[in-house]
């Protein structure tokens, strides 16, 4: 008998156990449960939340696009550097921080917070803080349209200036409001430059103003008092001033491009009678060549540019500048 009772207490006991042991499983089960499923909601949130801060604007078209490989009607949100490729219809970007663009019909650029890249077509940017690079070039301006014409690279101003600048920053023209330039990028890196122009001194400093990149460079190089007063054309390495609004240029050749008895500084054209004195200038002696020709082209490089002015180029940029606004 008192086996018995011992027995059954053991039993007792044993149930209990097996009960406590299972409901705090079932507790711990739950709890567990709830955790995950409070996790991966924590997550789906945060992913969530941190594509929507990764989004930085929106791409609007009356028609078809493509906005990162994927065809959408209408309008697609944009990522830091997403794809846009335009068909018959152009697309106007639209970013947060305020910044506008416009991609034509037919065209291809990648979209950053901070500049569009164009790679294929026509862009305009809208906004003097937003850059447009095509071609190793950086344009930034109020109203700067560039299209992408096989190799050159066309720059129309609208309302305002055209700044175009390497990547390095060297500035490489000043497009003026109502005109267009055409620029063919050289290797990359090449930081040579060619400027023509009357050369003159103040503060003693050398300077010269190109016509066609509307910059005033300062000229640096040995014996150029001599060349005061003369239209020359000088070739040399070219860094940005101080305030990267234009070129100092360290002459490794020179020449003298006015013929005895002539005045003024216009540019030699290809195959005039005579040809322009040529003149080493810093210790270097440089094969100068006659820029310029009867179509105003230039045939100088221009830190590995050929720059020449576009008729009708400008009325296309004014016209094209609607789009986006």
Not at 57 to 86: H, I, K, P, W, Y
Not at 266 to 294: I, V
């Amino acid at each position: 008998m008192q086996d018995k009772c011992v027995l059954s207490s053991l039993v007792w006991g044993i149930r209990s156990r097996l009960n406590l042991a299972t409901k705090g499983w079932s507790e711990v089960t739950r709890y567990n449960k709830k955790f995950i499923l409070f996790a991966v909601l924590s997550m789906t949130f945060l992913l969530t939340a941190q594509a929507g801060n990764n989004v930085i604007g929106m791409a609007v078209s009356n028609g078809q696009m493509q906005v990162d490989r994927s065809a959408v009607t209408g309008n697609a949100n944009l990522m830091e550097g997403s794809s846009v490729r335009t068909s018959a219809d152009p697309s106007r970007i639209q970013l947060s921080n305020g910044s506008r663009a416009t991609l034509a019909a037919n065209s291809e650029a990648q979209v950053f917070a901070d500049r569009i890249v164009l790679q294929k077509g026509s862009s305009l940017v809208a906004s003097p803080s937003y850059s447009l690079q095509a071609n190793g070039l950086v344009v930034t301006g109020a109203q700067a349209q560039v299209a992408l014409k096989g190799g050159v690279v066309n720059v129309t101003a609208g309302n305002g200036p055209a700044k175009v600048r390497s990547m390095e920053g060297v500035m490489l023209a000043s497009v003026k409001p109502g005109t267009a330039l055409e620029l063919i990028p050289g290797s990359g890196g090449n930081s040579t430059s060619t400027m023509t122009g009357t050369l003159r001194q103040e503060s003693g400093k050398f300077l010269l103003k190109d016509k066609i990149t509307n910059l005033d460079v300062e000229v640096r190089g040995n014996n150029l008092k001599d060349e005061i007063g003369h239209a020359i054309e000088v070739t040399g390495k070219a860094t940005p001033t101080p305030n990267r609004d234009s070129q100092i240029l360290e002459v490794a050749s020179l020449n003298r491009l006015e013929e005895p008895g002539q005045s003024g500084g216009a540019r030699p054209t290809s195959g005039a009678e005579g040809k322009p004195e040529k003149k080493p200038a810093g210790g270097s002696s440089g094969s100068g060549t006659s820029s310029g020709s009867a179509t105003g082209m230039s045939h100088g490089a221009k830190v590995a540019l050929i720059v020449a002015v576009v008729g009708g180029g400008a009325g296309a940029g004014i016209a094209f500048a609607t789009m986006s606004r």
